[in-house]
């Protein structure tokens, strides 16, 4: 009987969306069972901002994760895929102020909106463990970190010059500038001194380092490069340069201390408390006009190797440690105050930023190193390259850096002039906003006592009922001014006087760094999570999410959980074993963006195509790492696919459970083919070329319902029900109705993987090509382990190849069993 006879059900995504949305709602079909009767396995996506309803970057970032979550189902593992929002940050306060309401009511409005699409979007999430960072019984907790890592010293303020948005109007961590702008608004950073509160994550940069060995061949390579880069740690040593005129020397860092003969002039950050301390009263003036000119400028203007050199002499010279030589020591805006000291020691014939400067300002140049190439001080070209020590004392004629850097070092160290050291390029991270829709930092400020965390039994630290103009921005925090007076004065829990809380809110990066920590313990108040929770179900097995956040996300949320590892409160040093970015879904070359009119509304392709037609058209793009242009894809065809699928299980005519070893026996060789290959696929996350295998599966299924045994045949509800169970991970809608025809109680979510058969993984026979001459005169089906002398002499008995020899004699025959046999007659 033809296909398009047959009366069937028709395939209805939104009937089957509304239908299955409930049952697995009602049944809480995605909840752990959490018992120990399965091994446990733990699937994270990066939780979202609740900005807006989902959008087509979403509808690629949270499948990928499904897919994981599925298929471990489906193995046998007992999977938590949790659920939350990270819900602090600027956008709601913006849009509090514009609207005169309260952060909140935008927020938890968005949340709503949100938590609908992503249940019509088929994700298994076990909703028990939603939470919201912006609650006070998650805030409470994040309060309690903080003092946790206040009390060992890695919570501290300090005065310093900070990245200052004026558009946001508040401090951005280094982390948080993208080229010079703001990333959230893009508006130009500018520097500003202001007393902050900082994590000391300096203090586990060696550990951050070195146990990324850990996550090799788990992590994508280039976020493991961008860590390293990062972190940046360097060898070589602490220098103490004296400054005429002061008591302390000035210790600066250098890669290379074994060019300090190459020093001739000495650089300080404008902006630096040194700068200032030095300067003589001549050059007073002339340095405050040359420093208020350097705040205008960002630091990537500052960085940029195409920009003038400029500077101001500051009137006092340092000695060179290693020659005794007076050096003039000069501001100057290509160095900066939050790197080391503020401080270098210039050597121009060795660096071409402070070449271009020796050169603007007609300083000394001395090459110190001579590696070949014409001396910088002629040509203006500096060389950095190794070679053999000239003007360089001690070390003259020595070829070897590692044994020139060492005898400087220790020269240095008998003098007490300097040491070797390592240092790294990340900083402490700045975790203080001006703002008030974060969380507050729970400190108190007491005239007698100083700082004074706020106690355990009196958090959370809730914030005040500010809204409207009382947010807006002002150069401090909403939280500093009138309106929140009385939430801000109170009693020193010390001293029971006069004080006031801390008026900064945390940077929600600090919300981030622990959430996946509280998924394990959803409701628990005896701390942040129960310990024991924990160790069940962590480490991550798989995290996933977008390689924007390689730095300011991933780094942080691993210093905080070595931090309480050092507690004891964990039992492993990283907490995701495995990361997946996945790439970004643009639209005719570009990303999605309103103002070039190329945006595609996720809602309004799910109305047309349906949910199973959308994720699958966006999983069989492409590789999850690799950016899709939704201009190129045709959720039209997918929809025929999933009718095909569909059609598969409803000509099924077999009972459940029949025996499928009668069934057809290619088809069965098909259908363990395919199941072997999506356990490879689905366990490389290769994901896009095991949605082609099903499709290759159906069409096979249908080819033997059509022409073949028939919809009775063992091997075609075998088939339709491993097709099924692969679908279910992509398409899990349309899964569901297969399974409900295939005459099996829902969900299939609750159903097995199948297992392989290996013997029906050996083709029964390959095809070998007989060559006469080179002439192709035969093709012999034959048995994949044939011997060589069998199939030679099938090959010759061949009555084509016989005719083709004519009786000749034969000089050699080639057997290259099972696939080849060559015969060269005379």
């Not at 912006?134 to 890695?154: A, I, V």
């Not at 050597?347 to 190439?373: C, S």
């Not at 002039?417 to 790294?424: C, D, H």
């Not at 070893?661 to 088809?667: I, N, T």
């Amino acid at each position: 009987m033809s296909e398009q006879v047959r009366d069937r059900k028709s395939y209805d995504p939104a009937l089957s969306q509304e239908r299955w949305q409930k049952f697995w709602a009602e049944d809480q079909t995605f909840k752990p069972l959490d018992d120990g009767s399965r091994e446990r396995r733990y699937v994270l996506d990066m939780f979202p901002y609740p900005s807006g309803d989902l959008h087509m970057g979403h509808a690629e970032a949270f499948v990928m994760g499904d897919v994981v979550a599925r298929y471990w189902r489906l193995k046998g593992y007992d999977v938590l895929h949790p659920i939350g929002w990270d819900s602090f940050g600027l956008p709601a306060e913006n849009a509090a102020i514009k609207r005169n309401a309260h952060p909140a009511e935008w927020t938890y409005a968005n949340i709503e909106t949100q938590a609908t699409s992503f249940r019509r979007y088929g994700l298994s999430f076990d909703w028990s463990t939603r939470l919201h960072t912006s609650d006070t019984d998650y805030y409470k907790w994040t309060q309690w970190l903080f003092n946790r890592f206040y009390e060992r010293g890695l919570a501290y303020r300090k005065n310093s010059f900070v990245n200052w948005c004026p558009s946001c109007q508040t401090v951005l961590a280094n982390e948080q500038v993208v080229q010079g702008l703001c990333e959230r608004c893009s508006a130009t950073v500018t520097k500003r001194q202001l007393n902050q509160w900082y994590f000391r994550i300096t203090d586990y940069a060696d550990r951050l380092l070195d146990d990324m060995q850990l996550l090799e061949g788990h992590w994508p390579d280039r976020v493991l490069a961008m860590q390293r880069n990062w972190i940046g740690r360097s060898e070589g040593a602490y220098v103490d340069f004296v400054i005429e005129g002061r008591d302390e020397p000035v210790t600066v860092f250098t890669t290379r201390p074994d060019t300090l003969f190459g020093a001739t002039f000495f650089v300080v950050a404008p902006e630096a408390a040194l700068a200032d301390e030095i300067v003589s009263d001549e050059q007073r003036a002339e340095f405050e006009a040359y420093l208020e000119n350097t705040k205008k400028a960002t630091e990537i203007e500052r960085q940029s190797t195409e920009r003038p050199k400029t500077g101001v002499f500051l009137g006092v010279h340092a000695i060179n440690p290693v020659n005794g030589e007076r050096i003039p020591v000069w501001a100057a805006d290509y160095v900066l105050a939050d790197y080391g000291t503020g401080a270098v020691m210039a050597v121009p014939a060795h660096d071409q930023r402070d070449l271009d400067f020796a050169k603007t300002f007609e300083l000394p140049v001395r090459m110190v190193v001579d590696t070949g190439e014409p001396d910088p001080a002629q040509t203006f070209i500096a060389t950095a390259g190794d070679g053999t020590y000239v003007n360089s004392g001690e070390l003259n004629g020595l070829a070897d850096k590692v044994s020139g850097v060492s005898r400087i070092i220790e020269s240095l160290e008998s003098k007490g002039e300097g040491r070797g050291a390592i240092t790294f390029r990340l900083r402490d991270w700045l975790l203080s906003r001006q703002r008030f829709w974060g969380c507050p930092i729970p400190i108190i400020h007491c005239p007698s006592c100083g700082e004074v965390p706020v106690p355990d039994d009196q958090l959370p630290v809730e914030l005040p009922d500010l809204r409207g103009a009382a947010l807006q921005p002002k150069g401090t925090s909403p939280l500093a001014g009138p309106e929140a007076r009385a939430w801000r004065e109170v009693a020193c829990p010390k001293c029971g006087g006069n004080a006031e809380r801390d008026t900064d809110t945390m940077d929600t990066f600090v919300d981030s760094s622990w959430y996946f920590f509280r998924y394990c313990s959803p409701g628990f108040d005896g701390g942040p999570f129960d310990p024991e929770d924990v160790r069940r179900w962590m480490p991550v097995a798989q995290y996933v999410g977008g390689v924007e956040h390689a730095i300011l996300h991933l780094l942080y949320m691993r210093f905080f959980t070595k931090v309480l590892h050092d507690m004891g409160m964990v039992d492993f040093i990283e907490p995701m074993e495995k990361l997946l970015n996945q790439g970004q879904v643009i639209n005719q070359g570009k990303a999605m963006s309103k103002s070039l009119g190329n945006g595609v509304d996720l809602g309004e392709q799910i109305d047309k195509f349906g949910v199973d037609a959308i994720r699958t058209t966006v999983v069989f793009a492409g590789p999850p790492e690799e950016d899709i242009d939704w201009a190129d894809l045709s959720p039209s065809a997918t929809v025929r696919f999933l009718q095909r699928s569909l059609r598969v299980a409803q000509d099924v005519a077999s009972e459940p459970g029949v025996d499928p070893a009668a069934g057809d026996v290619a088809l069965r060789r098909v259908t363990h083919q395919t199941v072997n290959e999506l356990n490879q696929l689905l366990d490389s996350q290769r994901f896009n070329v095991a949605v082609a295998r099903l499709m290759e599966l159906v069409n096979a299924t249908r080819k033997t319902i059509d022409t073949g045994a028939g919809a009775a045949d063992p091997a075609v509800r075998e088939a339709a029900e491993a097709l099924t169970l692969g679908l279910s991970l992509f398409a899990p809608y349309v899964a569901e109705d297969m399974w409900e025809e295939l005459g099996h109680r829902p969900s299939v979510a609750n159903a097995t993987w199948p297992t392989v058969d290996e013997k029906l993984l050996v083709n029964e026979s390959v095809t070998c090509v007989v060559q006469v001459k080179g002439k192709v005169r035969a093709k012999l089906p034959v048995s994949p382990d044939i011997g060589e002398d069998e199939l030679k002499e099938l090959a010759l008995a061949d009555a084509n190849v016989q005719r083709s020899l004519d009786g000749r004699a034969i000089r050699q025959v080639i057997v290259r069993a099972p696939k080849l046999v060559s015969i060269v007659p005379v």
